[in-house]
């Protein structure tokens, strides 16, 4: 079966949605921050604004995981360089294979955690300050992997379909 139109979709998609989730992340920050100082209780909006920047960030990991496996930049660019050693030694494979998905990766936990301080039996202050901890380190993660269109040799548009 040809993955080549899957494949393409999901790229298209996943560039698209890390716009929304770059605004969930930071409208997260702000409203934690500003909840914490201000002294606001932590409510059903905030638990339920945070689950749907987890259920975004969840739903871009399956499509990057996909975009890995299928795609040529992840598992059968490591195949065809000859190998991870080949590929470490590769700054663009090596972005692909292994930078952008552990940092992405590492992004999803801490907006995971962060998402479940929400839940824990702590007072309010306390869940809008962990909160916004972890989302304000994940959105550093995601700055410092992201293929901005102005790094040489793995930028990627602004906007999907542009070139």
């Keep these: 079966m040809d993955m080549t139109p899957w494949y393409t979709g999901s790229v298209h998609l996943h560039n698209g949605l890390r716009w929304l989730l770059l605004v969930l992340l930071v409208y997260g920050i702000f409203r934690h921050v500003?909840?914490?100082?201000?002294?606001k209780?932590?409510?059903?909006?905030?638990?339920?604004?945070n689950t749907w920047?987890?259920?975004?960030?969840?739903?871009?990991?399956?499509l990057g995981m996909f975009q890995w496996v299928v795609g040529p930049w992840g598992l059968?660019?490591?195949q065809n360089l000859g190998g991870m050693g080949a590929a470490m030694k590769d700054s663009?494979?090596?972005f692909w294979a292994v930078e952008h998905l552990t940092g992405m990766?590492?992004?999803?936990?801490l907006i995971t955690i962060g998402r479940g301080f929400g839940k824990k039996g702590i007072s309010d202050q306390m869940k809008?300050?962990?909160?916004f901890t972890f989302f304000i380190i994940a959105l550093l993660v995601i700055i410092a992997?992201?293929?901005?269109?102005?790094?040489a040799g793995i930028g990627r548009p602004w906007f999907p379909g542009m070139h």
């Excluded at 920047?53 to 399956?62: E, K």
């Excluded at 809008?128 to 909160?131: C, D, P, S």
Aim: aromatic share 14%.
């Design 41 to 49: 209780y932590y409510d059903i909006h905030d638990l339920k604004r």
């Design 105 to 109: 990766f590492i992004a999803i936990i």
């Design 76 to 78: 059968k660019n490591i």
């Design 128 to 131: 809008h300050k962990k909160t």
């Design 145 to 151: 992997v992201m293929p901005w269109p102005f790094r």
């Design 34 to 39: 500003m909840a914490w100082q201000q002294k």
């Design 92 to 94: 663009v494979a090596r």
């Design 53 to 62: 920047l987890m259920s975004t960030a969840h739903f871009m990991l399956v």
